[in-house]
């Protein structure tokens, strides 16, 4: 059976279905499809699959041009029927991994997809996770629930882990040149699934065991988020200093080794870096101990937004005006540059916290038309002279660079820049 499903591989013989054709298993369905395998996408969003099947792409890194190249070809189509996997030969699943409300991994979105292909497994199958997870998840949830139907991992059916590496909005890394990881949770089967993934990528890290590759996607965003933790402490005390914070890092950025720039912010979005460490920590917790650096890099960055809002009550006082009453504009909404992603988004703790303080609160982002904050709806609104002017402040926390800084910098009476988009600002800027 392996010669020939590496036989079927190697001759695109292989069908694979991608279950969650979100931000990471649209661009991976779409590079398998441009590789040459029939590709099934199962999306439990309706609407998502008739996009796909229309070639209109929703996903920032896929465009339309990119999708309908392959619809057309026959490569791709979509759909919401779970039983299409019975007509692949690996299953790949990209569902998400967000935290429960007591801040616990929440497989559910994993459970349900093991759950749905369970009755439509067939020997010879390959599967593989790529939704980040704690360490044991592939060994000690999904082996024994796949295993539950009769067919033994490693001898019947194949399953490993690579965790994604997509980061959205980049131009130069996209999912065929990006170095990937992967570990299956037996030889036979780290085997196999790297032979399909070595068709499609330019580079294959193979380690010993899922568990090994789990790690290694928890260490990656765990190292960001620790050092965005101490650069957004660094800002806090160099504020009590009366240091310039952004002129720190470029002096310490001038160093040719030994040390990586970080930059602050109002705190940190995305699925990844504010939820992948926490994993990481609650499995530790099983096991009695205490991941302390990752603890106390959450508690800093989740409390970043907290900062803002006292600066900006600080910014307010020296304007001799209350917090309460003032209009500020918030400008970008999206976790991150150029994304329309506000998925974790800091710049939404912040407007919910000034609204809660009586502000009367707006924002602009020209990538996120609307969002809503518990109840509330808020649409972006437009720039233009007369809108700035009439803003007690204006807060910069996300710089997309669609955004005309230059009319914000005239026309607005005091910005607070939090992401330091003025290098050289003028006197109405006032950095974090």
Not at 69 to 83: F, I, N, P, Q
Not at 249 to 259: E, L, Q
Not at 290 to 301: G, L, P
Request: hydrophobic letters at 40%.
């Amino acid at each position: 059976m392996k010669e020939k499903i590496l036989d079927d591989i190697k001759n695109r013989r292989t069908k694979v279905a991608v279950i969650g054709l979100g931000y990471v298993g649209l661009p991976l369905a779409v590079e398998f499809a441009r590789s040459g395998f029939p590709v099934i996408g199962i999306e439990i969003d309706e609407r998502k699959a008739v996009a796909i099947n229309e070639g209109k792409s929703y996903v920032e890194d896929i465009t339309d041009e990119e999708l309908l190249e392959v619809v057309k070809k026959g490569l791709l189509r979509a759909t919401t029927d779970y039983s299409e996997v019975r007509n692949a030969d690996a299953i790949i699943i990209t569902v998400p991994t967000p935290l429960s409300k007591t801040r616990d991994p929440d497989l559910s979105y994993i459970m349900s997809a093991i759950e749905s292909i369970k009755p439509h497994l067939k020997k010879g199958h390959i599967i593989v996770l790529e939704s980040t997870t704690y360490p044991g998840t592939t060994d000690e949830v999904v082996k024994p629930e796949l295993e539950e139907t009769g067919f033994k991992v490693g001898k019947d059916i194949f399953l490993a882990f690579s965790p994604e590496r997509i980061n959205p909005g980049d131009k130069k890394w996209k999912f065929k040149n990006t170095p990937k990881v992967l570990g299956g949770v037996d030889p036979l089967s780290t085997e196999i699934a790297a032979a399909l993934y070595n068709e499609v990528l330019e580079h294959l890290h193979v380690v010993s065991s899922a568990r090994v590759a789990e790690t290694a996607k928890l260490l990656e965003n765990t190292f960001r988020a620790i050092n965005i933790a101490l650069v957004n402490e660094l800002a806090i005390m160099c504020n009590l200093l009366g240091i310039d914070v952004w002129e720190v890092i470029d002096a310490a950025a001038t160093k040719p080794f030994g040390f990586m720039k970080f930059t602050p912010g109002p705190g940190i979005g995305g699925h990844c870096i504010p939820i992948d460490p926490l994993y990481l920590s609650w499995k530790l917790k099983t096991l009695n101990y205490n991941a302390r650096m990752i603890e106390v890099a959450s508690e800093i960055n989740t409390n970043m937004p907290r900062y803002v809002v006292t600066r900006i009550q600080d910014i307010l006082n020296d304007m001799e005006k209350s917090i309460k009453g003032s209009r500020i504009l918030v400008v970008g909404v999206a976790y991150k540059r150029d994304v329309s992603d506000t998925r974790e988004s800091p710049a939404l703790d912040v407007m919910a916290l000034l609204e809660e303080k009586g502000a009367v609160v707006e924002y602009h982002d020209p990538l996120v038309p609307s969002v809503s904050i518990g109840e509330r709806f808020y649409s972006s609104v437009n720039l233009n002279p007369e809108s700035i002017a009439k803003y007690d402040l204006v807060v910069i926390t996300t710089d997309h660079s669609s955004i005309d800084w230059d009319m914000l910098r005239e026309y607005a009476k005091v910005i607070f820049d939090t992401k330091n988009v003025y290098k050289n600002p003028s006197r109405n800027v006032i950095k974090l």
